[in-house]
């Protein structure tokens, strides 16, 4: 096995082209990606960053695509994606451990690959239609971004659950909280903005919604959601950039977390606790995992629990927010771990004679 500098590793991380990295507005995955790339530099190891070309990066940017999907316009988005796989696989000998975010597009190609390898799961793994497909790639190494999320494929290759992470340096604290309450994501069945109006207004207090509304979801807002919002206590500012997070989040008295469906990680709760603002969510997926009940939010299963925690919030210390974003949830921390997977994995390759 040929390494790197002593200590160093050569590392490519693939990200998925729909967005930039990071993405100029709402794009979870792509941010995460930005977020560790970066940090894994400024750890000194060497990065390749395989992404769209309008991507911004410390790391050696090798462009799949001239710009992000979604801004081109993109008919076919396998076409990209596929042709920057194989592309990775003619360079695999190049990098001790290659790190993809785009499961399961390169899981064929993967198996065969002497170089290691590992994969981050950033979707929601309980669909039928993954269990044959995981199934016959159940030997392929396997990162969950929870242990809630892997619940539905028990029998995978995990090696390992490792938490979303930011710099601390993203988000600014907020001592004191504002009049409103924040709803931040997307405008779609599964989060339920629909809750988070009807707390704001049991509670007769300001909501703000900063959302993104997907075009497959452009019906659901019309006939659904629009019309609760014509009320004066609800506000749509719609999406906003990742520069105007800090002062949205940090301002409210409390973020709404309203989902109904099994979270995979929920990457607005934890810039909410780094700008001290405590979240209210309801129980599913990571929820449990990411809020401490009664310290840095509270965890509810109905709409009575809600309302009354929400009334509640004043009650817990925004700085026991803040402190636990920094101890579990910077991106120090999380690249960290994710170096240990890799050093786990080249170790692993090396004792077995692979020669990448």
């Not at 299963?301 to 803040?322: F, N, P, Y």
């Amino acid at each position: 096995m040929r390494l790197g500098p002593p200590g160093k590793l050569r590392i490519a991380q693939v990200a998925p082209l729909s967005e930039s990295v990071p993405p100029k507005l709402y794009g979870g995955t792509e941010r995460v990606v930005a977020v560790l790339t970066d940090e894994l530099v400024r750890q000194g190891h060497h990065v390749t960053l395989f992404a769209s070309g309008d991507s911004c990066t410390k790391a050696t940017l090798v462009p799949a695509c001239e710009r992000a999907q979604r801004l081109m316009g993109c008919v076919d988005p396998l076409a990209g994606h596929m042709l920057m796989i194989e592309q990775i696989v003619q360079r695999a000998d190049e990098f001790d451990i290659i790190h993809f975010h785009v499961a399961p597009l390169h899981f064929p190609l993967a198996r065969r690959m002497p170089t290691p390898h590992l994969t981050t799961m950033h979707g929601r793994l309980d669909l039928n239609d993954l269990v044959p497909l995981y199934e016959e790639f159940s030997d392929l190494p396997l990162v969950s971004i929870s242990d809630a999320q892997r619940t539905p494929l028990p029998h995978q290759n995990w090696i390992g659950t490792v938490h979303h992470g930011f710099p601390e340096h993203d988000f600014q604290f907020h001592r004191e909280p504002g009049s409103y309450l924040a709803f931040l994501g997307r405008i779609a069945r599964e989060k339920r903005v629909d809750r988070a109006i009807a707390i704001a207004k049991a509670c007769g207090w300001p909501l703000k919604i900063a959302a993104k509304v997907d075009p497959s979801d452009v019906l659901y807002f019309k006939n659904e959601i629009a019309p609760l919002m014509n009320h004066p206590l609800i506000e749509f500012v719609g999406e906003i950039t990742d520069s105007e997070k800090s002062a949205f989040l940090g301002q409210a008295r409390a973020l709404l977390f309203p989902i109904d469906w099994p979270e995979p990680f929920g990457l607005v709760m934890i810039e909410s606790l780094a700008c001290g603002t405590p979240v209210v969510a309801y129980r599913g997926g990571s929820v449990a995992e990411v809020i401490e009940d009664g310290v840095t939010g509270f965890v509810v299963d109905d709409l009575a629990q809600a309302i009354d925690a929400t009334k509640r919030t004043h009650t817990l210390d925004r700085r026991a927010c803040r402190d636990a974003f920094t101890r579990r949830f910077s991106s120090a921390r999380m690249a960290s771990a994710y170096v240990r997977l890799y050093r786990q994995l080249t170790s692993s390759a090396a004792g077995a004679g692979i020669v990448a």
